[in-house]
């Protein structure tokens, strides 16, 4: 099943993180094949990070990891869906998602959750 995905001109495939428990979307991330192969052989989520060029386990810094539960690929084969057991946060911004962020009609922000850790006491400055 996975050799038939489609990932882009790059290389990746945008893969949704979703919490297991509460249904809650974590956040989007991108892998590349070799991310998606260590994410399935080890059962936790690896993704490539653009900006930086390479492949990092996800909380590899913090300890805020992802254990896979389920895995879902769409109709067309071009983004996967991830349930995950979330350890403390997804967000490195400290919040538990990173759609912490509610925008109404008027198109101001509200912030909808509490944080859950402070990244300055995680990442340093």
């Known amino acids: 099943m996975l050799d038939k995905l489609n990932f882009d001109e790059k290389g990746l495939i945008p893969a949704i993180i979703q919490d297991y428990a509460t249904g809650k ?7 590349n094949q070799e991310a998606l ?14 900006s930086k060029g390479k492949i ?3 909380g590899e810094i913090s300890g805020n990891t992802q254990e896979v539960k389920d895995v879902f690929v769409d109709c067309a084969d071009n983004s996967l869906l991830f349930r995950v057991e979330q350890k403390v946060a997804a967000c490195h911004l400290g919040y538990f998602t990173c759609y912490f962020r ?10 909808t959750e509490k944080k859950v850790f ?8």
Do not use: H
């Open 56 to 58: 990092m386990l996800k």
């Open 37 to 50: 192969d260590r994410t399935i052989r080890d059962g936790k989520i690896y993704v490539f990070r653009r």
């Open 102 to 111: 509610r925008i109404d009609k008027k198109g101001n922000e509200e912030i």
């Open 118 to 125: 402070e990244p300055k006491d995680v990442y340093g400055k």
């Open 25 to 31: 979307v974590l956040t989007l991330c991108y892998m």
